[in-house]
């Protein structure tokens, strides 16, 4: 027995070649022999629907007035067909209406009924079986039946499958020639090839080239080999750099969770705590514990708001969010031996999710509101007793009625100003009321148009159609209306309009209209120059990137640019009037296409409609590769077509996966940052050495008003937005002693309050600000945090506190001392 091992490569090729071409030759013909039986059953099958449903056509008024001699008179003529065995009609119970029977063939077939939509068939080893429904207005009243033979299809398998043994016979025999030839060209560039490979196998040095001569298939797979290397080399950079990117990601957000005001606890799938910030030991009073989540709320005292009753481990929030619940804002009262005293916190609690959606932890974050709360109950026992002894009634009608009157005159300046023309009109359509954009748009002042009739406006060839639309809508009480129309200006002027027209109603009479008119000249304009662009549209068709495949709503394309031939294969000619689906789209996604494409027509709603996702095709070559598919509907002539942007992605998709989970990495620790910052209740500002802001949340944008912008860094420059000034809002607050500013110098600072004025709204706002530097390895700041809280609020409540308690003295008789 030879071993194929010892064979030389010019042997092995040209063994190859000779397997190869019988094995493709082999394929070939199975292929076209199940191609030729597959077009002959559809072509039967076409054929044999369409005879089913004549028939069931013709049997309608013999079924419907119970005539089986007619009925079997009409399957009499099914004689002409020699391939025709049996047929019988059905009436709506399932009883034999009326049959026929092919001379020879057995008289007393029964046919065996399937379950079926509108129409069906069922191909067996001798027969093909065809049933339709018959119909009269929608309802079903019988059903066809025909049975055919098959022996023509028969005849074709043999003499196909002699053919194709012929070709095999003559494939390899030329394929060995040819072979014998083409080997010496083959065999060193292979080998060449071959020693290449090894080399960067064995030193990993992705630099290496393979050198490249002349233009044939090995010459074009050496470029492409120095492509690939060019790329796994640039990939392996940008790898690199996603995981330093990484590393300052996670630099800076323990920065940040260390130094935020608000509690923050981290717990991972197993119950267990894996975080718990300064912030969170200080306001619970303590750390974390390995204790089951059964006694987290008895250990730590976190208890409902009436202070009383313990919380229930399943409503806890972090409960909640191991569960996969967000909560937000939600009152707790804890009480424990290190709080004896009690404090209320506003916690927010959300699932740590990985990146295909499995939940991996949860986080809680914890705001302190004791002081807060306790203002508020100040404020609220004050309030209640004064309410007790004063009596508003009156003087909150006549702020109601006040109120009233601004509304109507609010809503008055609202008419009066809006673009629009606004204009109501009695039940014929003369003008009673129009607002003064009339004038913009139609030349004339209100009073000029007041008791005219609308269609003087109207262009003269547009009278009749404008007059018959608004007929109909008066005739047939339609409540609103959408008309467009040109009219003519007092200057003499076309204008094209868009009318919204609502009919007033006293009880079941229309008393006038009420109507919305808006100068729609420009849009029209612009349709006109989209019909102009037909033509470039068809140019941009043909040249665009990628392949563009247009389907109508029958699944069957009717448009295929050049860049689709080149990715499969195929030719214009060979596709058009070719069903996408037996085309392209491999086997294993068919049924979903189909079921898909079906539900779309009947719902207008798809999964993949207008989206972009990734899936498989196939080639001419039968070949399955990775393609970019993006599917948008159009509408035309009332009838859908479908529009398939694709791209195909199979060299590229390889290479990105080392990148892809790098950046896997980035985004999540992203999302962690950003789901942190954006629960916590105080403004969060990161700057890098040249004061640009680099991170912020929510909180610093409410207030401060200034915010990251993704596309061009923000310098920080407090000045220019507002004046500094100490708590005594009189001495100027020096900017360069602001918290940031000291942090970018090494220095950390807490809690200095600082009185902002908004230099163009001239509102003020208290604020406590607290600065930490960012220091890397080497002992540099690079970067600096900054804590924003806003007292304002806190301080409005003190002050309000103390005139509550004036008032309320000076109500019930005290005197200052």
Request: no cysteine; hydrophobic share 40%; net charge negative.
């Given at each position: 027995m030879i071993n194929l091992r010892n064979i030389s490569i010019k042997n092995k090729l040209v063994l190859m070649q000779v397997f190869t071409s019988a094995f493709v030759l082999g394929l070939c013909i199975t292929a076209f022999v199940l191609i030729d039986i597959k077009g002959f059953k559809d072509r039967k099958v076409i054929s044999s629907i369409a005879i089913a449903q004549v028939v069931g056509f013709n049997n309608v008024s013999a079924l419907e007035f119970l005539d089986n001699a007619a009925a079997n008179k009409i399957l009499s003529e099914l004689n002409v067909q020699n391939d025709i065995l049996n047929a019988n009609i059905l009436d709506k119970k399932g009883t034999v209406f009326a049959s026929y029977t092919k001379p020879g063939s057995d008289p007393k077939y029964r046919f065996a009924i399937p379950t079926m939509n509108e129409k069906s068939f069922l191909f067996t080893n001798e027969n093909l079986f065809v049933y339709s429904k018959i119909k009269k207005d929608d309802k079903t009243i019988g059903l066809v039946c025909i049975r055919f033979e098959l022996s023509e299809l028969n005849k074709i398998k043999m003499d196909v499958l002699r053919l194709g043994i012929a070709l095999l016979v003559v494939g390899i025999g030329l394929a060995f020639l040819i072979a014998m030839i083409i080997k010496k060209y083959i065999s060193k560039p292979l080998l060449n090839l071959v020693t290449g490979i090894q080399q960067i196998k064995d030193t990993g040095d992705y630099k290496i080239r393979m050198a490249v001569e002349g233009k044939d298939e090995i010459s074009i797979l050496s470029l492409g080999l120095n492509d690939m290397l060019s790329t796994i080399e640039k990939r392996d950079n940008e790898v690199?750099?996603?995981?330093?990117?990484?590393?300052?990601?996670?630099?800076?957000?323990?920065?940040?969770?260390?130094?935020?005001?608000?509690?923050?606890?981290?717990?991972?799938?197993?119950?267990?705590?894996?975080?718990?910030?300064?912030?969170?030991?200080?306001?619970?009073?303590?750390?974390?514990?390995?204790?089951?989540?059964?006694?987290?709320?008895?250990?730590?005292?976190?208890?409902?708001?009436?202070?009383?009753?313990?919380?229930?481990?399943?409503?806890?929030?972090?409960?909640?969010?191991?569960?996969?619940?967000?909560?937000?804002?939600?009152?707790?009262?804890?009480?424990?031996?290190?709080?004896?005293?009690g404090l209320f916190v506003i916690v927010t609690a959300r699932p740590l999710k990985s990146p295909s959606g499995e939940i991996t932890g949860g986080v809680l974050v914890i705001h302190d509101i004791t002081e807060l709360k306790n203002s508020e109950n100040e404020i609220r026992k004050l309030n209640e007793g004064l309410e007790q002894k004063v009596t508003e009634r009156t003087a909150q009608l006549a702020e109601a009625s006040e109120t009233l009157r601004k509304s109507e005159e609010k809503y008055r300046e609202i008419v009066e100003n809006i673009g629009d023309v606004v204009h109501t009109s009695d039940y014929k359509g003369y003008f009673t009321y129009i607002n003064p954009a009339c004038k913009k748009l139609t030349g004339y002042t209100p009073d000029e148009l007041i008791g005219k009739h609308f269609s003087e406006l109207v262009a003269p060839e547009w009278k009749d159609r404008v007059a018959e639309f608004y007929l109909n809508q008066f005739k047939n009480k339609i409540d609103e209306s959408l008309f467009s129309f040109p009219i003519i200006t007092k200057s003499g002027e076309q204008k094209w309009v868009e009318q919204t027209v609502m009919q007033l109603r006293e009880g079941n009479r229309i008393t006038g209209h009420k109507s919305i008119l808006r100068d729609v000249t420009e849009r029209k304009a612009a349709e006109q120059k989209l019909k102009e662009s037909e033509g470039q549209l068809q140019t941009i068709f043909n040249e665009a990137p990628d392949a563009l495949i247009v389907i109508n709503d029958e699944g069957i394309i009717i448009r295929w640019n050049p860049q689709a031939e080149k990715i499969f294969g195929w030719s214009l000619g060979e596709v058009i009037g070719k069903s996408m689906r037996d085309l392209i789209i491999p086997e294993q996604h068919r049924e979903a296409h189909t079921k898909g494409f079906q539900n779309f027509l009947l719902t207008a709603e798809g999964p993949i409609i207008n989206k972009t996702i990734e899936i498989t095709a196939l080639n001419k070559k039968n070949i399955e590769f990775e393609?970019?598919?993006?599917?948008?509907?159009?509408?035309?002539?009332?009838?859908?077509?479908?529009?398939?942007?694709?791209?195909?992605?199979?060299?590229?998709?390889?290479?990105?996966?080392?990148?892809?989970?790098?950046?896997?990495?980035?985004?999540?620790?992203?999302?962690?940052?950003?789901?942190?910052?954006?629960?916590?209740?105080?403004?969060?500002?990161?700057?890098?050495?040249?004061?640009?802001?680099?991170?912020?949340?929510?909180?610093?944008?409410?207030?401060?008003?200034?915010?990251?912008?993704?596309?061009?860094?923000?310098?920080?420059?407090?000045?220019?937005?507002?004046?500094?000034?100490?708590?005594?809002?009189?001495?100027?607050?020096?900017?360069?002693?602001?918290?940031?500013?000291?942090?970018?110098?090494?220095?950390?600072?807490?809690?200095?309050?600082?009185?902002?004025?908004?230099?163009?709204?001239?509102?003020?706002?208290?604020?406590?600000?607290?600065?930490?530097?960012?220091?890397?390895?080497?002992?540099?700041?690079?970067?600096?945090?900054?804590?924003?809280?806003?007292?304002?609020?806190?301080?409005?409540?003190?002050?309000?506190?103390?005139?509550?308690?004036?008032?309320?003295?000076?109500?019930?008789?005290?005197?200052?001392?």
């Open positions: 690199a750099q996603s995981k330093e990117q990484l590393n300052e990601q996670n630099t800076l957000l323990q920065s940040v969770i260390q130094n935020m005001g608000d509690g923050l606890i981290v717990v991972d799938e197993n119950r267990k705590f894996i975080f718990w910030n300064p912030a969170g030991e200080r306001i619970i009073g303590i750390g974390p514990m390995d204790i089951p989540q059964e006694r987290w709320a008895q250990t730590y005292g976190f208890f409902l708001p009436d202070t009383k009753t313990i919380f229930d481990t399943n409503e806890f929030p972090l409960v909640k969010a191991l569960n996969g619940e967000e909560v937000d804002n939600m009152e707790i009262f804890i009480q424990n031996y290190k709080k004896p005293e393609i970019e598919l993006t599917v948008s509907p159009a509408t035309i002539l009332g009838k859908y077509i479908f529009i398939a942007f694709i791209k195909d992605i199979s060299l590229t998709k390889k290479m990105e996966n080392e990148k892809i989970e790098a950046d896997k990495l980035v985004r999540l620790n992203e999302l962690k940052l950003k789901l942190i910052l954006e629960n916590i209740g105080e403004g969060i500002i990161v700057t890098d050495s040249q004061k640009r802001i680099v991170l912020s949340n929510r909180m610093a944008e409410e207030i401060i008003g200034i915010k990251q912008d993704s596309e061009m860094p923000t310098t920080l420059d407090w000045s220019t937005k507002y004046e500094l000034y100490y708590p005594d809002e009189v001495t100027v607050f020096p900017a360069q002693n602001l918290p940031l500013e000291k942090a970018l110098k090494g220095e950390s600072t807490d809690d200095v309050e600082i009185i902002i004025e908004d230099n163009e709204t001239k509102t003020k706002k208290r604020v406590v600000i607290s600065g930490r530097p960012i220091i890397d390895e080497n002992n540099y700041v690079i970067a600096a945090v900054a804590n924003i809280k806003d007292i304002t609020y806190y301080k409005e409540l003190e002050v309000a506190l103390e005139e509550s308690e004036q008032k309320y003295r000076k109500l019930i008789g005290f005197k200052k001392g």
